[in-house]
Nanobody, 112 residues
Framework: VQLVESGGGWVQPGGSLRLSCAAS????????MSWYRQPPGKERELVAS????????NYADSVKGRFTISRDNVRNTVYLQMNSLKPEDTAVYYC??????WGQGTQVTVSS
């Protein structure tokens, strides 16, 4: 199993980023997927999850209305569109399969 996140970087408050997680080594279309994040000095937390078909999604209260998780089962990729970013969204963002395989993470920094 390989999960490769990309799309992180630095952005000013109010800006947007789109994270991608390219998956291989398993049947992606049969796996629920999630995005987690770990802010500096804090525990890792669930941000959003999506069912294998993409028909069901869930979000942490802190990101509802600002973040959107989606997936492309042809490209074997899961996305996290992040809008109206806040400094408290600064973290390393990880994707995870339903069987608890993790990517290496991508840094997102929101600051002015």
């Amino acid at each position: 199993v390989q999960l490769v996140e990309s799309g992180g970087g630095w952005v000013q408050p109010g800006g947007s980023l789109r994270l991608s997680c390219a998956a291989s080594g398993f049947t992606f279309s049969r796996s629920g997927m999630s995005w987690y994040r770990q802010p500096p000095g804090k525990e890792r937390e669930l941000v959003a999850s999506i069912s294998s078909s993409g028909g069901s999604t869930n979000y942490a209260d802190s990101v509802k209305g600002r973040f959107t998780i989606s997936r492309d089962n042809v490209r074997n990729t899961v996305y996290l569109q992040m809008n109206s970013l806040k400094p408290e969204d600064t973290a390393v963002y990880y994707c995870k399969t339903s069987r608890s395989f993790w990517g290496q993470g991508t840094q997102v920094t929101v600051s002015s």
